[in-house]
C-alpha cells in the first residue's frame, strides 16, 4: 500500500495531527502578532513573558531605556523581537516538538502507519535537519529565561502606591498568571531531554553522585510528561500576554486578591 | 456468540490479496484465536508464526485493522463491533507466505553492534559490583521480546526501506541497553551516528506507541542516544571539555 495518506488504520488518525496543526498554528499567529506590536505588553507590576527580559523598550521594566538610536529605521521596532527567538528556538528545537511538526505540518509520516506523499528521506541525518543537535545551546538560554520570568513573578508581588509610590506586598489576578507561567515553563524546560542528559544522563554509574542522581530523577519525573508540559506551557504563556495586554489597554480589570 | 468476518492478507503468485472469512468469536478471544479456528474450518493452508501465545515470545506480529500488534494480546471484545477485522503481515519486511515475514534483517543488523565490553574486574576474584541504581535504567531494555513491530511501524523502514542506513528501533534499544551498562566501557557512538544512522530517528515516537512490553523506545534509549552523539560530533563546547578534563 503507497500513496500519501493511505492505510489500513480505521480509526479517525488524521484528528491528531489536525489538532496539532491547529494548536502550534495558533500560537504562531499569536505570538508574531503580540510581539509586532511594541505596545500594551507591560502595566504596574505586570509585564508580558514575550517581551521579558526588556532589554530596551519604553516600560519602565527596560533595562537600558527607549529604542536604541542605532536600531535601523526600516525595521519596525519591539522588545520582543530582541528575545523572542531564544524561547522560540529552544521550543522549535525540542524533541517532542519536532516529532509533533514532522507530522502534523510536513507529513512525514502524517501519524504511525499512514503513507507519505514523499519517496524520498533524510531525516535529521544531513543538512537542513541536523541542525536540530543545537537544541541544548537554547536550552542554556531557556533556562536563564526561567529565571527571569520567576523574577517577573516575584515582582508582580509588588504594587506602587499610587500617591506615596512606596511599594505593597500583594497578589492580583495577575502575580497568579505569571507565577503559574514561570511554574509551566519551569516544568517544560527542566524536563527537557537535553536537560535530562546534561544533568546526569550522561553518566552510567549515577551511584557515585547522589546529588547529580537526585537532579536526573527529577528530571526524569518531568520529562515523563513533557508533551503535557510543552502545550500547558505554550498557552499559559500566550494566556499571560493576553491577561497583561487586556489589563493595559482597560478591557479586563486586574482584581487584588490581597 | 458472534459472527465476525476476517479481512486476512493471502499471498498468490502475483503477490496478494484480502481473503473474507467468516468465524463465531466467543467470551475471551484473542485474534490469533480467530486465526487459528479461520485455519482449522476454512483455510488449512493459511500461514501464521504463533508460539507462546502469551506476548512472550514475538512470534505473532502482525498489522490488525493497520494497527502493528501481536495477535496473541489482542483481544476480540477490542474490535469494533460489526466491522470486519482486517489482518494483514508486517509492511516493513518481505513476505514469506501470508502472515508470516521474512524478519532475518534484524539478526544481521543486531549482529553489526559492537558487543559488551566489560571494565577490568572490581574484586580479585574476578568478579564486579554493581548498584542496583545503575542498572534499572538498562533493564527497561531487557524487557524486550524482538516481535519487531517497533521496527514495522517505524516510517524511515516501513515507507523507507532504509533497512541498510538506518539500524531501528529495536537496535537502538539493544544498543542503549549496552552502551548505558554500568559495566560495559565500549564506544558506540561512532556506529551510531554512522553505520546505524540514528540520525535518520525523526522523533515520531511510533516506535514507542506500538511496543507490547511498554519500553519507552524514545525518550529512554533513542533520545539519551542522540544526546550521546550529539555530545561527541556536533557539540564544540563538550568538546573543549572533553579535552580539558583529560
Known sequence: MSGFGNTSR??????????????????????????????????????????SPEIFGSSPHSWFGPKPSWWPMVLPFSP????????GGMRFTCYYYRGAYYKSFWADPPACAV????????GENSFPLIMQNIHRYFLYLAVIFVFFLAHDAWKAMWFADPLTGEQTFGVGVGTLVLTLNATLLGGYTFGCHSFRHLIGGF??????????????????????????????????????DLYVRLCSMGIWTDWRIF | MAKVVFNIWRTNPSGG????????????????D?????????????AV?????????????????????????????????????SIQPMKAFPVIKDLVTDVSVNYRVKKSIKKFKPRSPDAPDGTWRMAQVDIDRVQEFRKCIECFLCQDVCHVLR?????????????????????????????????????????????????????????????????????RVADKFYDPLMKLFRIFSK
Open chain 1, 203 to 240: 553518566k552510567d554509574r549515577l551511584s557515585k553522585s547522589p546529588v547529580q542522581r537526585k537532579l536526573y530523577n527529577c528530571a526524569s519525573c518531568l520529562n515523563r510528561r513533557h508533551m503535557n508540559w510543552a502545550w500547558f506551557s505554550l498557552f499559559g504563556v500566550m494566556f499571560a
Open chain 2, 34 to 46: 480467530a486465526v487459528h479456528q479461520i485455519q482449522a474450518e476454512h483455510a488449512n493452508d493459511l
Open chain 2, 159 to 227: 515507507e523507507h526501506a532504509l533497512h541498510d542506513k538506518f539500524a531501528g528501533p529495536r537496535h537502538m534499544v539493544y544498543n542503549a541497553a549496552l552502551e548505558m551498562h554500568p559495566l560495559d566501557i565500549e564506544d558506540r557512538t561512532g556506529d551510531l551516528k554512522n553505520a546505524h544512522g540514528i540520525g535518520f530517528c525523526n522523533i515520531t515516537k511510533c516506535c514507542t506507541t506500538v511496543c507490547p512490553e511498554n519500553i519507552h523506545i524514545t525518550d529512554n534509549a533513542i533520545i539519551p542516544l542522540k544526546e
Open chain 2, 49 to 85: 508464526r504463533w508460539n507462546c501465545k502469551a506476548g512472550k515470545c514475538g512470534s505473532c506480529s502482525a498489522e490488525i485493522n493497520g494497527h502493528p500488534k501481536l495477535m496473541c494480546m489482542t483481544r476480540m471484545s477490542d474490535m469494533p463491533e460489526g466491522k470486519p477485522v
Open chain 1, 10 to 51: 480505521n480509526d479517525i488518525w488524521w484528528v491528531r495531527p489536525l489538532l496539532v496543526f491547529l494548536g502550534l498554528s495558533s500560537f504562531i499567529v499569536y505570538a508574531t502578532w503580540a510581539a509586532l506590536q511594541g505596545e500594551h505588553y507591560a502595566i504596574g507590576p505586570y509585564l508580558s513573558p514575550f517581551y
Open chain 2, 17 to 32: 490479496e484480502f481473503r473474507a472469512y467468516e468465524t463465531d468469536i466467543t467470551e475471551g478471544m484473542v485474534v490469533l
Open chain 1, 115 to 122: 503513507s507519505e506523499p514523499r519517496k524520498t528521506y533524510l
Open chain 1, 80 to 87: 520582543a523581537m530582541l528575545i523572542l527567538w531564544a524561547p
